[in-house]
Nanobody, 121 residues
Framework: QLQLVESGGGLVQAGGSLRLSCAASGSITSINVMGWYRQAPGKGRELVADITSGGSTNYADSVKGRFTISRDNAKNTVYLQMNNLKPEDTAVYYC???????????????WGQGTLVTVSS
């Protein structure tokens, strides 16, 4: 059974920085894509950034140039470095893994429990 443990959220002033981490443990054969999503109050969940096993990255337009996603494959961990935070970045941030585990033939999705990021103006 896969477990995802997120950390790093909190309260920060506009212009500040935070670093989120998400560590996966359990029965994992391989991890394809690791990503971060967020959900602001009253809004739907949206993709913030993701990264493939080969290191290719994808970012939402709203965070390009401010956020950086990275992963440590040896530790099954994904990070999100968030710089120059804005009040509109306030949301619950969720990590997501697309992974494989034996003997299930197809890829699976797993979600973290969410970590709250609050940016004050």
């Amino acid at each position: 059974q896969l477990q995802l443990v997120e950390s790093g959220g909190g309260l920060v002033q506009a212009g500040g920085s935070l670093r989120l981490s998400c560590a996966a443990s359990g029965s994992i054969t391989s991890i394809n894509v690791m990503g971060w999503y967020r959900q602001a109050p009253g809004k739907g969940r949206e993709l913030v950034a993701d990264i493939t096993s080969g290191g290719s990255t994808n970012y939402a337009d709203s965070v390009k140039g401010r956020f950086t996603i990275s992963r440590d494959n040896a530790k099954n961990t994904v990070y999100l470095q968030m710089n120059n935070l804005k009040p509109e970045d306030t949301a619950v941030y969720y990590c997501n893994l697309n992974y494989r585990t034996f003997p299930i033939p197809g890829p699976l999705d797993a979600w973290g429990q969410g970590t709250l990021v609050t940016v004050s103006s």
